[in-house]
């Protein structure tokens, strides 16, 4: 669902939580990474400022630590259109007025996908995520807890850092043995004078490399 953008207004909607997952924007310089964790998106089947349709909210830590967001919910509030699309996955940020109209029922099934209570920012953080290709993040991993699409700002010349681009890139932070878990191609990075960077697969063993097949 497309939102028409506008600078001033919020605009209210209201719906059942079809997914949760961490909004973190990954900021590259060649083969330099930096994540900033900056809360969750949630994924909302309803209404949205009179239309019908699918959304995403973006929401702060505080909101998630206070209802603990989860699939199946149904919620309420009001969002501001954001002001660049280039550096946001959600079409709607500023959340105010946050309401929850009705709690999920009965017990969250066991995954692929995972779609219970999100853990905190600090945990994805020390667990490390691998490259997951974007078609499996499409059919498989857009309702999991552990997967995320990210922002991704990237410099190209470390010596003018106002010269930019911007793309999205999907991760996963989930367990090492999912069945569904598919890494894609390496990514590769441009940089100054046609340069470019190809991030290896060691880089992914190495942020993960603390973690057990099932953990």
């Known amino acids: 669902m497309s939102v028409a953008r506008r600078t001033a207004d919020k605009v209210t909607w209201s719906g059942r939580v079809a997914a949760v997952q961490p909004r973190i924007r990954l900021l590259r310089s060649f083969d330099e990474r930096t994540h900033n964790y900056l809360g969750y998106v949630l994924c909302i089947d309803g209404t949205c400022g009179g239309e019908a349709g699918e959304f995403l909210i973006a929401v702060g830590e505080g909101a998630h630590a206070k209802h603990r967001f989860q699939t199946g919910m149904e919620l309420a509030g009001?969002?501001?259109?954001?002001?660049?699309?280039?550096?946001?996955?959600a079409a709607l940020y500023k959340t105010s007025g946050l309401k929850v109209v009705k709690n999920t029922e009965g017990e969250t099934l066991a995954g692929p996908p995972f779609i219970g209570v999100p853990p905190d920012l600090e945990t994805y953080r020390a667990r490390g995520h691998r490259r997951l290709d974007a078609r499996t993040y499409d059919t498989k991993c857009v309702t999991c807890i552990w997967g995320c699409r990210m922002q991704v700002e990237m410099i190209i010349d470390q010596w003018n850092p106002s010269k930019k681009q911007y793309r999205f890139e999907t991760f996963c932070y989930g367990p090492k043995s999912c069945p569904f878990y598919r890494p894609g191609p390496a990514r590769k990075v441009p940089g100054r004078k046609g340069m470019s960077y190809t991030e290896e697969d060691w880089v992914d063993e190495d942020a993960t490399a603390h973690r057990g097949p099932d953990d």
């Not at 009001?78 to 996955?89: L, Y």
């Open 78 to 89: 009001s969002s501001a259109p954001v002001e660049d699309s280039r550096k946001e996955t």
